[in-house]
Structures are given as structure tokens and as C-alpha cells.
């Protein structure tokens, strides 16, 4: 809010100084000068607000839902039947991979999901978008094991471009 009040401001003064300058009036209608500065000053601040506004929207996020991933690998850690977890991405791809090394001795498939949906939910929660499928909408994700056993092979994947992560059997 404040950084508006200062465009605000900061226009309206320079509108009013070219307004004085240029004016073919020439300091004699100071009012209607004063009053065309500032809505020069609004008019212009709100352009410059939406245009930021419009490239905040579209700025990539994938640094931040890569941090957030790696942030929240302890929730994984933490669980039972995790043996140990990892992050992997390609900014020029939009693929995200999530590593987990699974015991499934310990963990069964169902709980592996709901750890994941957890996983996910919980590292979307941390952004302005709080949910995990519209956040990731233009990326790919796949989760792997990265067990010893079953290195490499796909848990799950989402497509670029699509909300339903979907599980291998």
C-alpha cells in the first residue's frame, strides 16, 4: 500500500510540474491543473499496478515450488517405511521429480498415497495458491522409488497440463 501512495504522490507531482511547464495557460488555471495531475496520477498508477500485477501472475514459480519441496522432505522423512527422499527438476522441461526410497515391508501403497497427497498438499499450502493440483497444473511431477531394489522405477506421474496424479500398480 505504501509503495502505491508513493507512485500516487510522485506521479501527481510530475504531472503537475509538466502540466505548469507546458501549459498553454501558463499559470493561470493552476486548479484545473491540479486536478488533471491527479487523475493523471491515479490513472497512471493503476496502469503500472495491473501491468505488475499481470507479470507477478505470470512469473515462474518453479524455483519456489522446488524450494517448498525441499523444504518439506522431512514430512516424508518422518514416516514410517521412507527410507530416504530426494528432489530432482528441470526448469527448461517444467519436470519435477520427488524421489522416495520406500520399504514396503513397512509402508503399504495406500499409506505411501495418502503420504504423498500430504506431501503435496502441505508444500502447496505454503504459496498463494493452496492447492497442490492447480499450483503444479503446468508441470510435470513424477515421483519415483529410488529404493535399491526398485531404482528408478515411477510411482506416480502428472502430465503438464493435467490435476490427476496417477498411480502405477
Do not use: C
Request: net charge positive; charged share 20%; hydrophobic share 45%.
Amino acid at each position: 500500500m505504501q509503495g502505491i501512495t508513493l507512485n500516487i504522490i510522485s506521479f501527481f507531482i510530475g504531472s503537475f510540474l509538466v502540466l505548469r511547464l507546458f501549459s498553454p495557460w501558463a499559470k493561470t488555471y493552476w486548479k484545473k491543473e491540479l486536478i488533471i495531475a491527479l487523475i493523471q496520477a491515479v490513472v497512471f498508477t493503476i496502469v503500472l499496478v495491473s501491468i505488475s500485477h499481470h507479470n507477478n501472475n505470470n512469473t515462474n514459480k518453479f524455483p519456489l515450488i522446488i524450494h517448498l519441496f525441499v523444504k518439506n522432505t522431512t514430512e516424508l522423512n518422518s514416516q514410517p517405511g521412507i527410507i530416504r527422499t530426494g528432489i530432482a527438476s528441470d526448469q527448461n522441461k517444467n519436470l519435477i521429480k520427488v524421489g522416495i526410497g520406500v520399504d514396503h515391508t513397512k509402508i503399504t501403497d495406500y499409506r505411501l498415497k495418502q503420504v504423498v497427497e500430504s506431501y503435496l498438499s502441505n508444500s502447496a499450502a505454503l504459496t498463494n495458491e493452496h492447492d497442490w493440483k492447480k499450483l503444479l497444473l503446468p508441470y510435470t511431477l513424477i515421483i519415483e522409488d529410488i529404493g535399491d531394489a526398485n531404482s528408478g522405477r515411477i510411482l506416480a506421474q502428472k502430465e503438464s497440463g493435467k490435476t490427476d496424479l496417477l498411480w502405477s500398480e
